[in-house]
């Protein structure tokens, strides 16, 4: 039973558009999330995180929308980029933590030129 | 400054045999992890350590998975025997956990086929 999920496998996005990745969790206990990226043949590298306390935390071109009533949260990628073309994970915690994430499948992401 | 170190990048095997996956963690780094990577299912923790001391193996799929971290700069994973439907990729995290965040910081993964 998948309780972090990603629907969209993959999502082609122009550059300098805005690319939205989406993720829905099933687990009301999950209070803190992130987002990591991953290119091929590398490990997956953190890149932001948002606490259930908030519903909105941004880094540069990176922001990421937690909606707790619908167990939603979004990552807006603002102008996209080449180099964003990767796969990102959403992945989710019990508690103010990162001890065992659980992680959703994965959306890949292409910036087209 | 070295990231997580595993070995090796690439594992051919023959189903049956052994494998032994290793990992290096950060240095200062006080838990480290375990995760599998399948199309199907994403990444699945599969064992997490806390102080060089192992504080879930739920994930853990099948008693011919163990692992071990003797000491806080080394850990393996081992399958024993080994089956074609372990094939994945096999990443190992280390973080410094101290109820504040503190991402996961991933190695580049062991490729395992089983044939």
């Known amino acids: 039973d998948q309780q972090v999920k990603q629907n969209s496998p993959s999502l082609s996005v122009q550059e300098g558009r805005i690319s939205i990745l989406n993720c829905d969790y099933t687990?009301?206990?999950?209070?803190?999330f992130l987002w990591y990226k991953k290119y091929p043949a590398e490990g997956p590298t953190f890149l932001i995180s948002?606490?259930?306390?908030?519903d909105k935390n941004e880094d540069g071109r990176f922001t990421v929308f937690l909606n707790k009533s619908a167990k939603h949260l979004s990552l807006h990628i603002v102008p996209s980029q080449p180099g964003d073309s990767a796969v990102y994970f959403c992945a989710a915690s019990g508690y103010f933590g990162n001890e065992k994430l659980t992680f959703g499948t994965g959306t890949r992401l292409t910036i087209i030129p | 400054d070295a990231g997580v170190i595993q070995s090796p990048r690439h594992e051919v095997t023959e189903m049956g045999q052994e494998v032994t996956l290793r990992c290096k963690p950060i240095?200062?780094?006080?838990?480290l992890f375990w995760y599998r990577q399948t199309m199907m299912r994403g990444l699945e923790l599969l064992i997490y350590f806390n102080n060089n001391v192992p504080i879930d193996d739920s994930g853990m799929p099948e008693d011919r998975f163990s692992a071990k971290m003797p000491n806080a700069s080394f850990s393996t994973l081992k399958i024993q025997p080994s089956e074609p439907r372990d094939s994945a990729v096999y990443f190992c995290a280390s973080s410094f956990v101290t109820g504040a965040n503190s991402p996961l910081h991933f190695g580049n993964g062991t490729r395992l086929t089983v044939t």
């Open positions: 687990n009301s206990m999950f209070d803190y």
């Open positions: 240095s200062g780094h006080n838990s």
């Open positions: 948002i606490s259930s306390i908030k």
